[in-house]
């Protein structure tokens, strides 16, 4: 039967498996282009603080229209705007923001 480690100096093993308890992205906000793209990472700790790196995360953006998440945590902008990208796993979220700006394609200056 498996059961929850109490304690952290006891080894994750079949008998004591330890449970996500917190999940850092990062970075914890960025800023990108519409069309470009950033890399965000995620790490998820268990109720004392030991990383965890044989988890499943799932990634998500509250507004799609602004900013895409891939399966490995690559945003990509859409459109100008703010979005948040969410890695969860078993249950457990963290957040980062990303904020989206339109790229300019030049500026004309005429004489006054």
Known sequence: MLGWAT?????????????????AVSPEVDTTFVGQSVQFAVTAKCHCGDTLTD??????SSNPAIALVS??????????GVAVINAISEGVSGAAG???????????????
Do not use: F, K, Y
Not at 55 to 60: A, K
């Open 71 to 80: 399966a490995t945590g690559v945003v990509t902008g859409v459109s100008r």
């Open 98 to 112: 990303i904020s989206v700006l339109a790229v300019v394609d030049g500026v004309t200056i005429e004489p006054a």
């Open 7 to 23: 304690a952290c100096d006891e080894a994750a093993t079949e008998a004591h498996v330890h449970g996500v308890d917190l999940m």
């Open 55 to 60: 988890r499943t995360i799932t990634w998500q």
